[in-house]
């Protein structure tokens, strides 16, 4: 390194230190969030469904808990797309003996699944409910007994000790005969979960025990080879058995690990992308501002002998220690805010999937540090691309940057209309893509913006605001660019407040309503069947009502894709004035057979679809099925996307419970039936993670209007004080500061509703076909945060720099 360059950088550093704390702050947040995020990600993406009833096993034979689907994108290869199913694939009760007669099996034992009930505290609400299975499985784990004797009558039962029952208690029908070590659980004779699973000639799995000697790898290799040679496929679909060892043991006791971890994947990736996108246009613009208010500083180094490669090099030196510093200060903080969003994901019930594992091995924890690599990269690229070049008179935003903004508010205009014509997730997609091509194209055009938005204010600013006021508006007439520039952050913390809680909002509006409208049942139960409920007496009509999954498979710009969905099971002949979805075409009743199906109205459209239709489905297992529209019906936000009859759905579910009946009682008795929507998979989870990341970067952004701000008061110390010399009182100062607050907060929060505005409004038109919703309380609070952060960002920088009274 040239020692003038050492020699610049480091006094330029003792002498900026100022504008260079708020490039330090912003870059050590930034890497604490990315630092975070990938610890995340890679935690996930090393996570598997943990192994507990098949820890004695060696292999485990199982069915594929995947569905895939192979299409070829435009003018690429085949490409496939693979989703977990969340229902049980059984498998042939051959298998079993299959794998007996491999060499080095000690023991091949079939493993049968079942629900034990019994009523809980409130008789009309959910049942208790354990897992059941046979007590000869229970030596897969191994669960050894701790108390009494294993069942040998079909009344008899050993329980986990996590029940906390002793013998001779009574659970689910059954009598205790003996307590196993392990969790909550009801251990039965194999006859006896035979006949509760209620599957005859079909098995959850082979737990297969290794005799003495035989290496795992062997084992493995031998039971597969077996399978393939008796050509044993599952139930569901035909697919070709699975083997599985090690941590992919886990994989056939929790059948919603798989797909979670894969939902979690896909969030914390699109999650990512917003933030990278965030901190590039925070940190580009704080870096770029920085340097261009040193302008005159570079042409005097230049005027007095030094070369532009000199200046331009010491400038990215002076980058580098600040924002490296920076950037291994946040990588320390990116450990701890990784495990408080894990600790928040264990605390809330539901948000992790049962048996999730998410693996933290040692060598994990360097992500952030490649996180802060990085982020220092990105810094140092902006001074390669924002410093311009020395000895170049500065001048004002050019053309090319105008006609670029131009061009990202019509794409992001174009965008916004797109959604409006689309549904589902692709109108999603594409608000997306409008809100940020309007942010940055905002960005680029900021100077523009705040100098046509002074024109609008610059009369009342000289009549009504005096002195200050003519002050004010001399000076934003005069910098332009620098107003733009602290514009540009308000804009940004504004529109992405009001498109993350705003569309959240109007979805759970739209969706409570639907569901209120939907539910005309007056009674809801839980524990029992719609049958034994229209025995009671003033009963009308009755419904079960089952909740499962099914997989869409779908080509998006030629590229294949696997949407998981909720579904829900009823009765069609009992529907009527109980459960109203709001049928726009076709009628319910035909809602009968097992190849039967409503869709919902978005649905609908972006299928084709329509009464008479056919749709192919994956059901829950697996199992593929083409399905005859019968009805469209409007209130999808509640109800899903699809309705199936219950005896379509229920053989293809792991446990045909229903989940509630709902009912009509003549004279209108019963109770008011709390309406429930459907809850799409990994509703909670996302609420977590985006609540957790949604707050981070809502942080940065409002530390970004703070950092821009101080950057400004920094460059504005020889200006204030030369205002100061010629006259300007301190009240007066303070006043013209006021009026620039009030007019960065003003216009910032004008264009940053116009720029969540019309994404908002796509999105909410497209999938509830009303305007968007914002409680008031949350609408006072953004504009509030915004006008706060401004006014401190202004006087405070001011404050720092020197007294206006």
Known sequence: MNPAVRLLAARSLRTHRGAWAAVFAAVAVTSVLLGALALALGSTALGHARVERYAGAAVVVTGDQEVRWTATPWGSEPRTATAGLTERVRIPEAAAAAVRAVPGVRAAVPDHTFAVREPGTDPEGPPLTRPGRSWAAAALAPYALTEGRGPRRDDEA?????????????????????????????????????????????????????????????????????????????????????????????????????????????????????VVLVSVLVLASLVAQALQQRAAERELLLAVGATPRQVRAAAGREVVRVAGAAAVLGALGAVPAFLALWAALRARPGAAAEGLELATPFWLFAAPLVTALLVTGLARLVVAFGAGRPGRAPSGPGRARRVAGLVLLVLGVGSAGTATLQGGEAAGVAAGAATVTLVSGCALLGPWLARGAMRVLDRPFRRLGGAPGRLAAAGAAARSRRLGAALTPVVLVTAFALVQLTAGATMERAGAAQARAATTANLAVSGTTAERVRLRPGVTAATDVLRSTVVLAREEAGTPRLDRL??????????????????????????????????????????????????????????????????????????????????????????????????????????????????????????????????????????????????????????????????????????????????????????????????????????????????????????????????????GSHRAGGRTG
Do not use: C
């Open 158 to 274: 050993v329980v986990g000790a996590g029940l906390g029952l002793r013998t001779g208690d009574r659970t689910g029908g059954f009598r205790v005969v003996g307590v196993a070590e392990g969790p909550a659980a009801v251990y039965v004779t194999e006859a006896e979960a035979r006949k509760r699973a209620g599957h005859p000639g079909e098995i959850d799995a082979v737990g297969v025990v290794a005799a003495p000697g035989v290496p795992v790898d062997t084992l493995h290799a031998r039971v597969r080879a077996a399978l393939d040679s008796a050509g044993l496929t599952d139930t569901a679909s035909g697919l070709p058995l699975r083997a599985l060892t090690g941590d992919g043991r886990g994989d056939a006791e929790h059948l919603g690990a798989r797909p979670a971890r894969s939902a979690l994947l896909e969030l914390l990736g699109a999650v990512s992308g917003a």
């Open 566 to 795: 909720p579904v829900l099971g009823v009765d069609a002949d009992g529907l009527e004035g109980v459960l109203d979805p709001g049928v726009v075409a076709g009628d319910l009743a035909g809602l009968t057979g097992p190849g039967t199906v409503a869709v919902g109205a978005d649905r609908a459209d972006s299928l084709d679809l329509r009464p008479g239709s056919t749709v192919r489905l994956r059901l829950g297992d697996g199992a593929e099925k083409d399905l005859r529209v019968v009805a469209v019906y409007e209130r999808s936000l509640a109800l899903g996307e699809f309705l199936l009859p219950k005896a379509g759905l229920a053989p293809h579910m792991t446990d045909p419970y229903p989940a509630r009946v709902l009912a009509r009682t003549t004279g209108g008795q019963g109770r008011a039936v709390p309406p429930e929507r459907v809850v799409p998979p990994g509703a909670e989870l996302n609420g977590v993670v985006a609540a957790g990341v949604v707050g981070a970067i809502g942080a940065l952004t409002v530390l970004s209007v703070l950092s821009s701000l101080a950057l400004i008061g920094t460059g504005r110390r020889g200006e204030l004080e030369l205002l100061r010399q010629v006259g300007a009182s301190a009240g007066q100062l303070r006043r013209m500061l006021g009026l620039e607050a009030g007019f960065l907060t003003a216009v910032g929060l004008l264009l940053g509703l116009v720029v969540a505005a019309l994404p908002l409004a796509a999105l909410s038109w497209a999938h509830t076909g009303g305007p968007p919703y914002l409680p008031p309380v949350q609408a006072a609070l953004i504009a509030g945060t915004v006008a706060v952060t401004v006014v401190a960002g202004v006087f």
